[in-house]
């Protein structure tokens, strides 16, 4: 009777469900799971003293097997259910506990993180850190769904916590914590997005081109100025260049500034087009003074300059840009002598 209350009236019938779920009749805890799993999806709260009572009896058996070895178990998905308890600290510091004397490896984990993610409370964030910071090898493995857990939590410092691979000074972050390359660049896409509506983020990711920085954090930062892509932002991303680096342009920000100076036009009724020129004085002037006075960044401004007028020469100049970058600078264009 309980599971037809969950498909038909959960919401009125929650405690006689519950009382379903609590019968000792249920030796390996599926079925009260399933009652328990009804309820979240039908938006129900549930009791936290009920549901801790359940979890117990179902993990008591658990406990004479000794640390977690079968990622098929019962173990984690109960431990699912811990974050949508009516107080969500506790199910948190629940789902804490029995992760360490369970021993359950990072890699086990995967589900456990976005029933984490959604957590309202900060204590969820909290776990979230914890659990990346347990083991880095194992945290390459679920770096990506982990990202993913954070991106959908409902907390307002979730996109703190994101931004704090590229940002040293975010309290309690994770600068410093390395992601594979995958997942850097989905990070990199999420953050683009979230400053994009937010100015304060996008005016911190600018701050934080200009400040020295490191490889990881510079290809995180360029990433993301260049799904950002407006003027303001690519002239802070120029910071990022650097010609004692392994990749001196990165190939977003190259990309990127591509597109700023070439519009790319539908053609026709098809899913072709055509490449015009836009003009971008801005950036030109940003690059003439990085090639004279900036040793470090001016042989790569040297070659964005050049591309850019390769660009002009193949698909023209627009009428309000004068061939030198910075006419009234009076400095001579092309340069007398090339950057070492």
Not at 60 to 66: K, V
């Amino acid at each position: 009777m309980a599971k037809v209350l969950v498909g038909i009236d959960p919401h009125r019938s929650a405690d006689l469900i519950l009382e379903g779920a609590e019968l000792p009749m249920w030796t390996n805890g599926w079925p009260s799971l399933a009652l328990l799993e009804g309820l979240i999806f039908s938006g129900q709260g549930l009791p936290t003293t009920r549901v801790f009572g359940i979890v117990d009896a179902v993990i008591a058996p658990l406990r004479n097997r000794g640390p977690f070895s079968n990622t098929n178990d019962i173990f984690v998905p109960l431990l699912c259910v811990l974050p949508f308890v009516d107080k969500p600290e506790l199910g948190i510091a629940k789902m804490r506990e029995l992760i360490a004397e369970f021993c359950l490896p990072l890699y086990s984990q995967r589900s456990l993180l976005a029933a984490i993610g959604q957590c309202p409370h900060p204590d969820g964030l909290s776990l979230l850190r914890e659990l990346a910071l347990q083991s880095e090898s194992g945290f390459q493995n679920v770096a990506r769904e982990w990202l993913e857990a954070v991106t959908s939590s409902p907390h307002p410092r979730a996109k703190l916590l994101l931004l704090s691979f590229a940002d040293p000074e975010v309290t309690n972050g994770l600068f410093g914590l390395n992601l594979p390359e995958y997942a850097g660049d989905f990070l990199a896409a999420r953050l683009s997005i979230l400053a994009r509506a937010d100015e304060d983020l996008s005016n911190r990711i600018l701050v934080l081109a200009s400040q020295s920085t490191l490889p990881p954090q510079r290809l995180i930062l360029a990433h993301v100025i260049a799904g950002i892509g407006s003027p303001k932002a690519l002239i802070a991303g120029l910071n990022l260049i650097d010609d004692t680096a392994e990749r001196p342009i990165p190939y977003e920000l190259a990309r990127a500034l591509e597109d700023l100076f070439l519009e790319k036009r539908p053609h026709g009724s098809s899913n072709s087009y055509t490449l015009v020129p836009r003009e971008a004085g801005e950036i030109k002037i940003r690059l003439f003074e990085l090639l004279k006075h900036d040793p470090r960044r001016a042989r790569s401004a040297y070659y964005l300059l050049g591309r850019i007028e390769e660009w002009r020469l193949e698909y023209g100049r627009p009428s309000s840009e004068p061939r030198h970058p910075d006419y009234e600078s009076a400095e001579s264009w092309p340069p007398v002598n090339e950057p070492a």
